[in-house]
Structures are given as C-alpha cells and as structure tokens.
C-alpha cells in the first residue's frame, strides 16, 4: 500500500519531531516545484465537512508582493517591540545576553528587522462559513502545520506568525482580497540559514492525562534523551517566562 | 542530521498525503506505547511564543471515560442527526444509494451509532491566556494534526471531530476540567478497520494565488494521477453539496 521511502525522505515521526521554527533564510529563490509540493501537501489538511476553506496568497518578487511584504515588516517590527516592552525582555534574565531570553529577543528582532526578505511569505486566506467561533480553527490551522511539515520536507523552513492582523486593511486594498475572506496567517518561507533539528517542549506528563482532568498516566513519558525547554507551563503563566523558551 | 527512515516507516509527504479521517476501528485496544507517541508528536506542534497551551485527556476503558464516551456518542447522534436533516442528506443526489452523498450518509450514522466504541477518545484541551479570538486556533490545531499524522504512523486512525461540544457542562464535570480551560476537540483513535489511503481534495489551482487573490500561477498543479474530490469550492456553497465529499 505504502511507498517505501525515498533513501534521503525523511520519516513521518522523524519530520515531525524535527521541524522547528525557522526564521533565517538564506538568498536562495524558492522553487516553483517546492511550493507547488508545499500546497499540495497543505491542502491535504482535514477540513469541516471536507469544505477545504483555505486559500493561499504567495507573495514572492513582483512589485505587489514587494509592497505586501514591506507592510508585513513593518507590522512585524511594530508588534515586536511593543511585546518586547510589555512583555519585558529587557528585564530581569534578559539583562544576561546568554540567557534564554535575551537569545530569544536577539531572534526576534534580528526576525522582524528581515521579515520582508522571505524568499516567499504566504498569506493564509479562511472562507468562513458560519458565525465566528474556537472550532472554525479545526478547518484551518491543520493546512498550516501540513504546509510547515512539507517545508521541512522539501528542504525549506518557515514559522507560524500572526503579522497580517497588524496590516489587514492595507493587505486586502493591495492584494484584493474579500472583506469577507479571514487572514489567518503570515508564513515565511525559505531555505534555512542553520538547520532544523529536535524541538524542545516541556515534559510530556504535563500535557497528558487519562480519565480525569489531572491524572497523569505512568506511561506519559518522553523517548529517552528527549530534552525538555526551560519554558511553558506550569507555573509560568507569563508571557515573560514562556516567551523565553527555544522559539521553536 | 536526520536519522534514515527505517525500512517500513512512512515519509514524511507520503504520510501527509495518505492520512485519511479514519471513522471505523476494529476492537484492538491501543497500547501505552502508542499513546505516549502519538502525544509526544503532538506536543512538537508550534504554538503561540512556545506556550504549549494544550492538555489531552485519554479516554480508554476504565469507568469514568466510558461515562464520557457515552456522553460524546449520545451529542455526535444527536448533532449528526440535526445535520442530516439540516442539510439534507437524504434529499436530491442523497436519495441514490450509490451518490457520494448517499455514502457520506452511511458513513456519518455508523461513526455515530458507534461513537463511544472508539478504543480511545482524546480530549483535546486549550489554555486560553487571551481574548478569544480566531488566531488562537494556531495554538491549538496543528497539534492535532500532528496527532492524527503520528497516528497514522504508528498504524492508527483517528479523525478530528467537535462533538465535545454538545456535552461541555457534562464534560466539564464529570472529568473535573477547569471551567477557564476551553474544549477544542474530540478525536477518536484506534486501528482502522480498513485502510489510510490518498486522501482527494479539490483541484489546487483552486486554493493557490501568486501576488494577489484571484491570480492563479501556471506552477499550481497538482502531482500527475491525482484523483480530485467532486465536493469543495468554488461554487458549492452548501454544505449540502461539500458535504458529499470524499469523507477526508
């Protein structure tokens, strides 16, 4: 039933626990091959009544593109630094340039300063079909973490970002999208400057539980080696210690 | 870097490509082991500046999660049979056997007559630190896709469902979960009595614009021999017609 792998695809279980935020792109063009497999592999995502309400804007060279990619940048750079204020990056552990949050703060702003230079940002459109609510996300962030894997797989990176929010009127002036189209998402695309590799969480007997609400069953544990992010729950319940966790 | 794929573990596109919603499971239990990976691959998921926002809740064999599971089957019988009429299922195309409508029918009343048979319910739990909005989704949804890929790895099935939502307070109660704690999603897992298989979706030049909505790139085609699903957009929108889709 199943092909065997290619000798160099990577595994299921292997993409998966491998694919990591990634924020740094070399000058390397994305191909027209690569997104296509990208979207391809995107659009296979679970949709409520196989609806499949995704649509996606590649924004790429053109002058358009260029256009919607500054006012991302610019979104970008203006949520970054009001958040490193609120959120006080400059504070406390911050103040150690080897700790996790100042690294995480040099990322950040190294990230927003070079936002626009993604080889390709994708624009995340929803059709949404009835009233605005939690579950309409079941029909819509699966393709995006379907898009991250297949980027992974194909030898790119990208990370997650909700950036449009900062920019929404201009985008859909500029790019003519429907008042009654939603912007989900912002994904940069591009080939990694450095590489994926494991991603860290918090242990896994935090998350699970068995029966009840509480109940940590004995068999909720990490594969041996596994290392575990200083940030996340519980115990931290601000942004300030959670946001200095590995960006993955 | 990255391990090779052993000899019989799926790649990473090929799983994406071939993870179906899996709606009947035979009665073989699934074991820790699996749990504890199908979980481990969940938690790699993104989520909002790391926070790891989720919590999931097995619901096996012992007594309480039949109680629950009891109660998720009563509100998928009820929902599903809302929506039949709703929407229509046994009306026009419906009223042929043989119509993807038809079929999509059978396929709804057996998954739901059979809810709580599932050998596993997963919980899937949301700690909201905001506003609700719908960006949360990004927190909480690839996740689940994660789940439902590393199932499929591990030679499970699952499919994502919102029947949690007719039986919140219940829930809430009976599991003991926090009244800030959001239910996103109930996903039945267990091995698939049939098969994963091509998952068919709409044509991709359908879902994919290069530089602004509406324009759809030459390079948007999808892989030679795929078979596209007849439900979808554009152009259908009742859920009447996308519901008849291909049940993926």
Chains 1, 2 share one sequence.
Not at 26 to 33: G, H, Q
Not at 40 to 56: D, E, H, K, L, V
Not at 90 to 106: C, F, L, Y
Not at 169 to 194: F, K, T
Request: proline share 8%; with cysteine; charged share 25%.
């Amino acid at each position: 039933m199943t092909r065997p792998p290619a000798p160099h695809e990577i595994g299921l279980l292997e993409g998966i626990a491998t694919t990591r935020a990634i924020r740094r792109f070399t000058d390397e063009p994305v191909s027209d091959a690569d997104l296509a497999a990208v979207f391809f592999a995107a659009t296979r995502a679970p949709s409520g009544s196989n609806r499949q309400p995704w649509r996606f804007i590649a924004l790429r060279n053109d002058e358009t593109s260029r256009r919607a990619k500054r006012l991302l940048g610019e979104t970008a750079r203006r949520m970054w630094a009001l958040k490193r204020r609120g959120d006080r990056y400059d504070e406390g552990s911050g103040r150690r340039p080897d700790s996790p949050k100042a690294r995480m703060a040099r990322s950040m702003q190294r990230f927003a300063e070079n936002f626009e230079s993604a080889p390709v940002i994708v624009l995340v459109c929803f059709l949404r079909y009835r009233e605005e609510s939690h579950f309409e996300g079941a029909s819509i962030f699966p393709c995006c973490q379907n898009l991250l894997l297949a980027a992974r797989a194909r030898g790119l990176g990208g990370v997650l970002t909700g950036f449009q929010a900062g920019a929404e009127a201009e985008l859909r002036e500029l790019l003519g999208i429907p008042d009654e189209v939603v912007l989900s998402a912002a994904i940069p695309l591009g080939h990694p400057e450095g590489g994926h590799g494991p991603v860290r969480r918090r242990p896994l007997r935090e998350f699970v539980y068995q029966g009840r609400w509480g109940e940590t069953p004995d068999w909720a544990v990490d594969p041996p080696g596994t290392r575990h992010a200083k940030a996340g729950p519980p115990g931290h319940r601000t942004f300030l210690d959670q946001g200095a966790g590995d960006g993955a």
